[in-house]
């Protein structure tokens, strides 16, 4: 049976970004081919209405802004709210979402000023699927990824 990973569109190369580009990480793709994965894309951002490309936002509390004043909070939990019933839909065993962004941060955030400082803290799908007791690694914790799917597959 396929292991269901739920992932950040942009992780596998997706132009989804705010940007209009991706974060594609080889070594994760190559780390996935070594199993019997399934992997269901989201990009909650997309999901929200936001478009591509779009102004970046940050979290600042439990609203999001854009860098130019708008309060998106509304498209980011409508984000968040998609990607949650897609998970639950497929199943899925864990999830692998992008670092620091404002959706997918699963453990450090921007600081809400727009100067690159990043704290701790989650992304609003990030949030709401840890809320729901959904595993999530990122991108920069390949080893952990690794010894779950190796888990996962006995
Ligand atoms: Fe990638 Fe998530 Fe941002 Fe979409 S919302 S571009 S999937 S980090």
Redesign the pocket.
């Known amino acids: 049976k396929k292991i269901k990973v739920l992932i950040?569109?942009?992780?596998l190369g997706?132009n989804?970004?705010?940007s209009g580009g991706?974060?594609l990480t080889p070594e994760l793709v190559t780390l996935l081919e070594k199993y019997e994965v399934k992997t269901i894309?989201?990009?909650?951002?997309?999901f929200g209405g936001l478009e591509i490309p779009r102004v970046p936002s940050e979290i600042l509390g439990d609203k999001v802004f854009s860098k130019d004043g708008k309060d998106i909070t509304e498209e980011f939990l409508k984000?968040a709210e998609k990607s949650y019933i897609i998970s639950k839909k497929n199943k899925i065993d864990f999830a692998i979402?992008?670092e620091r962004?404002?959706?997918?941060?699963s453990s450090f955030i921007y600081d809400g000023s727009f100067s690159g400082k990043v704290i701790q803290g989650k992304?609003f799908?990030a949030r709401k699927l840890s809320k729901e007791n959904i595993i999530i690694f990122s991108e920069e914790n390949l080893e952990e990824i690794e010894k779950y799917l190796e888990k996962l597959s006995k």
Request: with cysteine; proline share 8%.
């Open positions: 950040s569109a942009c992780l997706d989804v970004k705010y991706n974060n894309k989201i990009c909650p951002e997309c984000g979402l992008k962004s404002p959706s997918c941060g992304g799908t």
